[in-house]
């Protein structure tokens, strides 16, 4: 290890993850969904030991948790979240709070460094009440309108009320402060198999797709299945079926080299066996760092739906919920990544995307932001199983001091 990095302890890293892995745990896991009593106790956890980094904790009214440093100097961001996906991983989202709380601890104490390293857990990046809440509140982009709107997309508890619920309701939310910060970094599990697969240690994130979801309806007639006819059927549950089917078929030609698209949930209504469903409803997904070739698989899209209309056996009708605008990392801040890394992951680093979402895209509207990843065992998450060698966490833990050193040096 590095003089440069002089009281980084990385058995008190694992011992975090660890502590925040026991609440909510779930087999392997965690169940620790937002506003759930595990996630309010994990924010608690956090804020107790943000004094420990010379940070005055606040847990605001959307339930963010910032730790501010009086320090003199310049003031680098960093962190993730501490929420989960339903019976999910331990790592997606904590492992970039503890890689930050470590950074604030090591770098705040040092006075040899002119600076500080500032924490945050933002809320509900996994997208329970809405994607990307907290960190979008942060950046000012979620209306008070927005928060009356939400709800909880398992269980429809208004967001309001699991304000209420978590004694957040009142409290004022924390927006950035113009020029506080030089940038934001965070650290995330990969939740593939690039790193695995190629025997390296550090992804050094170049940029992070926008998500685009569409609600795709499909309205035909409800009737009896056992006495229509199938000649006369206009079943909304087949024609929904055939227009996925479709889908994989025609959108290959079309799609970028990174595209991908996800149908993540179909229902049918009313969803009886013995009833030809009259509407179904399918939740689809794309993303690509492109717009371009997003707008052409949009336009491709609503074609379908309108030929599948034209036909007059069901309509087809293509909501776009969510539009979500790619963002690329900053360069001086991918260097510094890289540089880290060549000393404390002996090089074995790699510029890549990420085909998933994070708080950092957010962050970087309104600031420089990069990102760094670690190996994830097997590619897998959003599930129990997920995991990460412990030295692997201890090397990107290491690399993101580090680089949180270098960026505050200038």
Same mark, same amino acid.
């Given at each position: 290890m590095r003089d440069s990095n002089r009281g980084f302890d990385g058995k008190r890293v694992l011992a975090d993850l660890n502590a925040l892995r026991a609440i909510g745990a779930y087999k392997t896991g965690v169940h620790k969904p937002t506003f759930s009593e595990p996630h309010i106790r994990s924010l608690d956890w956090l804020a107790r030991r943000l004094p420990d980094a010379g940070l005055t904790a606040t847990i605001d009214g959307i339930g963010n948790v910032v730790g501010k440093s009086a320090k003199a100097g310049?003031?680098?961001? @960093?962190?993730?979240? $501490?929420?989960?996906?339903?019976?999910?991983?331990? $790592?997606?989202?904590? %492992?970039?709070?503890? +890689?930050?709380?470590?950074?604030?601890?090591?770098?705040?104490?040092?006075?040899?460094?002119?600076?500080? !390293?500032?924490?945050?857990?933002?809320?509900?990046?996994?997208?329970?009440?809405?994607?990307?809440?907290?960190? /979008?509140?942060?950046?000012?982009?979620?209306?008070?309108?927005?928060?009356?709107?939400?709800?909880?997309?398992?269980?429809?508890?208004?967001? /309001?009320?699991?304000?209420?619920?978590?004694? %957040?309701?009142? /409290?004022?939310? $924390?927006?950035?402060?113009?020029?506080?910060?030089?940038? +934001? $970094?965070?650290?995330?599990?990969?939740q593939g198999e690039t790193l695995e697969s190629s025997g390296l240690k550090i992804g050094v994130v170049t940029s992070i797709v926008g998500i685009w979801q569409y609600r795709i309806t499909f309205t035909g007639v409800q009737n009896h299945a056992g006495t229509t006819r199938m000649a006369v059927r206009r079943d909304a549950g087949l024609a929904l079926a055939r227009f996925c089917v479709a889908i994989d078929d025609s959108f290959p030609a079309l799609c970028g080299p990174r595209t991908v698209w996800t149908t993540g949930r179909i229902t049918l209504d009313p969803g009886a066996p013995s009833i030809i469903p009259g509407r179904a409803e399918m939740l689809f997904q794309i993303r690509d760092d492109d717009p371009d070739v997003i707008e052409r698989l949009e336009a491709h899209l609503r074609n379908m739906a309108a030929d599948v209309t034209a036909q007059a056996r069901c309509s087809v009708d293509v909501e776009r919920i969510r539009t979500? !605008?790619?963002?690329?990392?900053?360069?001086?801040?991918?260097?510094?990544? *890289? @540089?880290?890394?060549?000393?404390? @992951?002996?090089?074995?680093?790699?510029?890549?995307?990420?085909?998933?979402?994070?708080?950092?895209?957010?962050?970087?509207?309104?600031?420089?932001?990069?990102?760094?990843?670690?190996?994830?065992?097997?590619?897998?998450?959003?599930?129990?199983? *997920?995991?990460?060698?412990?030295?692997?966490?201890?090397?990107?833990?290491?690399?993101?001091?580090?680089?949180?050193?270098?960026?505050?040096?200038?």
């Open positions: 310049p003031k680098l961001l @960093a962190g993730s979240h $501490l929420e989960s996906q339903n019976h999910a991983g331990w $790592l997606d989202g904590p %492992l970039g709070v503890i +890689y930050a709380l470590e950074a604030a601890r090591v770098i705040n104490s040092d006075p040899d460094v002119t600076g500080a !390293v500032e924490v945050a857990a933002w809320c509900d990046e996994e997208g329970h009440f809405g994607h990307f809440l907290g960190s /979008r509140s942060f950046a000012g982009a979620v209306t008070e309108a927005e928060i009356d709107a939400a709800s909880d997309r398992s269980s429809d508890r208004p967001l /309001r009320q699991a304000l209420r619920d978590a004694g %957040l309701a009142g /409290r004022a939310r $924390l927006q950035a402060e113009p020029r506080r910060h030089i940038g +934001y $970094l965070e650290a995330h599990i990969e979500g !605008v790619p963002a690329i990392m900053n360069a001086a801040f991918q260097d510094a990544i *890289e @540089a880290a890394g060549a000393v404390l @992951a002996g090089g074995k680093s790699i510029r890549m995307p990420s085909g998933a979402g994070h708080d950092a895209q957010v962050l970087a509207t309104i600031m420089p932001a990069a990102m760094l990843f670690v190996p994830s065992i097997g590619g897998i998450s959003h599930h129990w199983s *997920e995991n990460t060698d412990d030295a692997d966490i201890l090397t990107g833990a290491a690399v993101f001091v580090d680089t949180c050193r270098r960026l505050l040096a200038g």
